[in-house]
């Protein structure tokens, strides 16, 4: 993989941010389009665009092929046995509400157990509390140890003998940069009767996932943090579950038939995708799919996890920087810091003078941040494009930082 | 750009705060939450003897610096002033004296103290609460 190479497929690259070029260290939060995403956008609204299925015109069939031959794009990047388990949605966020809402509110009530992680996002934690609290289930909560890493050991003693229904993990910390242990979760929550649920949001671009290798139950994950565009995400979902389940949104292409007394609904995937879908957003999720893919899942988390151990290795030579997390060799390319005094939005802010994007902020893991005993972090998050000259930047930036404010 | 914005009566402020502290049994206090990165401001008040005039002020917590500076002018500004004039202090007032370029995002930061004082005295003395804080006081009742 040759990230410099890669790099000149991103347009944005060209921008100059206070004059100066850009170094993007935020991929984490969304990462950069290249050229051969923008162009399939732009080719499928160009030549094929209308509404998909149902149309007996060639535009619409055209549409169609376009739009189903996504879905089997993704079916094969994350090794689904069908790709009528796979569920266009808008985000991994909704992706994880169908799930919480649409198997949750049947399938919880009191005396069950609902697990998350200490690392999770808001958008796998929040979703199920709130089902836990309509469905008078109880919703427990999997500690970290002090590398960010989930402390196995103490399940059987978290739930004693309670009922187990659901445990809700991420694949890869959005703020720690963990790789969570999921096969092994799987492992445990099936012993007990219940399901797993995987958000890959943050994995799924950087980690080669295969759901059947993961014997996961859900698994949640989004184009745009992979090169793709905002506005669409997907579920797989094991096809004997979604079978079972109630749809989430109710309106058309869902429906088998609607009748005044009574409507049925249509098949998977079709059952949970009602309304007209984000179609070329789907186009350029699949466009984005095969991108990574040619640059390949391995070598991407490679290259990543070197990048991470340079830019811990020389925060930590900083003095006064902290540095949270796991090893570089478990974790992906995502570098939580905080230097000492100083607040992250004002770190962030004399970086942006410099040209350099991190984030600052509770990242939406206000429980780990409380965890960490801190109220926010900076993030540094790398990326198939990041080059190593833009960490040099970021550890001049936070010399800067300490000149100015320290 | 950062040069204007850490200007040298911003870092002043940031690093050596007026009115910094708290004030046990104060007549109005207010809390509040900037939730784009969870800081925390608490706004303490004390009232002279007509019970209109603030003899005292102090805030407590902790933010970045933008928020800590015009918190700490912020305090200057208001302190022998009448609760119904500093209810209807208008923003502009205190941003004139931070004096820096802020994006929409660097004004929360900015305001922050500003609509915590404004709840503090609304709740003390039934002063208007203008519907741009009226959010403020919501999240510290739930």
């Known amino acids: 993989m040759d990230a410099r190479k890669l790099r000149a497929d991103f347009p944005i690259f060209e921008e100059k941010i206070h004059g100066k070029p850009l170094a993007y260290l935020d991929s984490a939060a969304s990462s950069q389009k290249p050229r051969q995403v923008l162009d399939a956008i732009r080719e499928f609204y160009e030549t094929s665009y209308a509404n998909v299925h149902r149309g007996v015109y060639t535009l619409s069939e055209r549409a169609t092929a376009g739009y189903e031959g996504a879905r089997e794009t993704l079916r094969r990047f994350v090794n689904a046995p069908s790709a009528r388990e796979v569920i266009f949605t808008r985000s991994a966020t909704e992706s994880i509400n169908l799930v919480a809402y649409a198997w949750g509110l049947d399938n919880l009530g009191p005396g069950d157990l609902v697990v998350v992680t200490e690392l999770e996002h808001h958008s796998n934690f929040v979703p199920w509390q709130y089902i836990a609290k309509r469905t008078g289930a109880e919703f427990r909560m999997l500690p970290i140890d002090d590398n960010g890493e989930l402390q196995l050991d103490d399940l059987d003693e978290l739930v004693g003998d309670g009922r187990v229904k659901v445990v809700a993990t991420n694949l890869v910390s959005n703020s720690l940069g963990t790789i969570n242990p999921v096969q092994k979760l799987s492992a445990w929550v099936h012993e007990r009767g219940g399901i797993m649920v995987v958000d890959a949001a943050q994995g799924a671009p950087h980690h080669r996932v295969d759901v059947q290798a993961l014997e996961c139950d859900f698994l949640a994950f989004s184009s745009h943090k992979l090169c793709g565009p905002s506005g669409v995400g997907a579920l797989w979902g094991r096809g004997e579950l979604l079978e079972e389940m109630s749809p989430f949104n109710l309106g058309g292409h869902m429906i088998r038939q609607v009748r005044f007394e009574e409507t049925t609904w249509g098949e998977l995937p079709y059952k949970f995708e009602a309304g007209t879908q984000p179609i070329a957003e789907a186009v350029g999720f699949g466009a984005a799919v095969d991108y990574v893919s040619a640059a390949g899942l391995e070598a991407i988390e490679e290259y990543e996890s070197e990048l991470a151990a340079v830019a811990l290795e020389r925060l930590d030579e900083i003095g006064g920087v902290t540095t949270y997390g796991p090893p570089p060799e478990r974790r992906a390319g995502i570098v939580s810091f905080n230097v000492e005094g100083i607040h992250p939005h004002d770190v962030a802010q004399v970086l942006d003078s410099e040209g350099v994007a991190i984030r600052a902020g509770h990242h939406c893991c206000q429980p780990l941040m409380t965890r960490l005993g801190v109220v926010a972090t900076n993030r540094a998050s790398f990326y198939l494009y990041t080059v190593p000259e833009e960490i040099d930047r970021l550890i001049e930036g936070v010399h800067k930082v300490k000149r100015i404010l320290g | ?142």
């Open chain 2, 1 to 142: 750009m950062t040069d204007d914005l850490y200007r040298e009566v911003i870092l002043d402020h940031y690093k050596n705060p007026r009115g910094h502290g708290v004030i046990d049994d104060a007549d109005a206090h207010a809390e509040g939450l900037n939730p784009l990165c969870g800081d925390e401001v608490n706004i303490y008040v004390q009232f002279a003897e007509d019970g209109e005039t603030i003899d005292d002020v102090k805030f407590s917590g902790r933010g970045c610096a933008i928020s800590q500076a015009s918190t700490s002018m912020l305090m200057e500004m208001v302190k022998g002033r009448k609760a119904n004039e500093i209810a209807e202090l208008p923003k502009e007032e205190l941003l004139d004296e931070v004096g820096i370029p802020l994006t929409p995002i660097r004004l929360k930061c900015a305001l922050l103290g500003l609509g915590v004082l404004k709840v503090a005295l609304h709740r003390a003395k039934g002063t208007p609460l203008p519907e741009e804080w009226a959010g403020l006081d919501e999240l510290e009742l739930k």
